[in-house]
């Protein structure tokens, strides 16, 4: 089995998505159609049950997936050390992000540089359907994450910035005309759902009104662009963070400030009993860096 075909079957399994998939290997579709199918050819089985609407993996699929991802993680570690070392670093830091807010970080990201030279900071992508999961399963080091964490295992470390939130929506909904919402506007309108725990989706897309009123829960989404068509076509819409207007732009959505909502907070998150001394330099770095809100 190639490389490129382990990591579009391991990557599958944990998508359970075809078109996810694709887009995350920056491959088509039908490449990855086609490399599942080679490897069920080779293994005499199936490794994934598929319809036209679900992705799921089989006894014998979950068997390969688990077999298969700590040596393909090991693998990646491996080279990515041979890498650093060729450019005189010695250690890394993984630092897990569920959005494109790579600006605000800047100061950050060249304070640590600067302060520890030996050490690389490496971004990994983490869908907000399952955000604490690359923590616990050591995947990454450190997340950023938006409040509130009320994780027991996971420790809170600074805040890193806060923003506004804004309502999401298509251009053609008569709340796109607005210079700005409320929440009380969500009553009876369909917004998307897909974060988790419960507590963190509701600290940005509640379930109810300030006043109690339902908000109704549309088509589940686990990551910013699977929100775009459904929001673009006016299917559902969404509280999101601000710098979704910087980062995904589309000529079919509006992005009307709320003027009732709490601002976000943004904040280092880190699992307890796997703290260590580049962890605890990286959230040190995060206070003195002084890192403006907007």
């Given at each position: 089995m190639e490389l490129r075909?382990?990591?579009?079957?391991?990557?599958?399994?944990?998508?359970?998505?075809?078109?996810?998939?694709?887009?995350?290997?920056?491959?088509?579709?039908?490449?990855?159609?086609q490399s599942i199918k080679k490897q069920e050819r080779r293994i005499g089985a199936a490794?994934?049950?598929?319809?036209n609407r679900n992705v799921?993996?089989?006894?014998?699929?979950?068997?390969l997936y688990e077999d298969l991802r700590p040596m393909y993680q090991g693998l990646r570690e491996g080279v990515d050390r041979a890498t650093m070392a060729a450019q005189g670093k010695t250690d890394i830091l993984r630092l897990g992000m569920i959005a494109s807010n790579l600006q605000p970080l800047r100061p950050l990201l060249d304070a640590f540089e600067a302060r520890h030279p030996e050490c690389a900071v490496r971004?990994?992508?983490?869908?907000?359907?399952?955000?604490?999961?690359?923590?616990?399963?050591?995947?990454?080091?450190?997340?950023?994450?938006?409040?509130?964490?009320?994780?027991?295992?996971?420790?809170?470390?600074p805040v890193l910035y806060t923003e506004p939130l804004v309502l999401a929506l298509s251009t053609a909904h008569p709340l796109a005309?607005?210079?700005?919402?409320?929440?009380?506007?969500?009553?009876?309108?369909?917004?998307?759902?897909?974060?988790r725990p419960d507590y963190w989706r509701e600290a940005v897309v509640p379930a109810r009104t300030p006043s109690g009123?339902?908000?109704?829960?549309?088509?589940?989404?686990?990551?910013?662009?699977?929100?775009?068509?459904?929001?673009?076509?006016?299917?559902?819409?969404?509280?999101?963070?601000?710098?979704a207007q910087r980062y995904f732009p589309h000529p079919d959505i509006a992005y009307i400030p709320i003027?009732?909502?709490?601002?976000?907070?943004?904040?280092?998150?880190?699992?307890?009993s796997a703290e260590t001394d580049l962890i605890r330099a990286f959230a040190n770095t995060a206070k003195d860096a002084g890192l403006s809100t907007r």
């Open positions: 075909d382990i990591e579009i079957f391991l990557t599958l399994a944990e998508e359970l998505h075809f078109g996810r998939t694709a887009e995350r290997l920056h491959l088509t579709q039908g490449r990855v159609s490794l994934f049950d598929r319809d799921a993996l089989t006894s014998i699929g979950r068997q971004i990994r992508d983490v869908h907000f359907d399952d955000p604490f999961g690359p923590l616990r399963a050591g995947d990454i080091d450190v997340h950023l994450l938006w409040l509130p964490v009320r994780e027991p295992d996971l420790t809170v470390g005309s607005r210079t700005s919402v409320s929440l009380e506007d969500l009553a009876g309108q369909t917004v998307t759902t897909g974060a009123q339902s908000i109704n829960t549309g088509p589940t989404v686990t990551h910013y662009q699977e929100m775009i068509p459904i929001i673009a076509s006016g299917e559902a819409m969404s509280p999101v963070h601000a710098q003027h009732d909502a709490p601002l976000a907070r943004w904040a280092l998150v880190w699992r307890t």
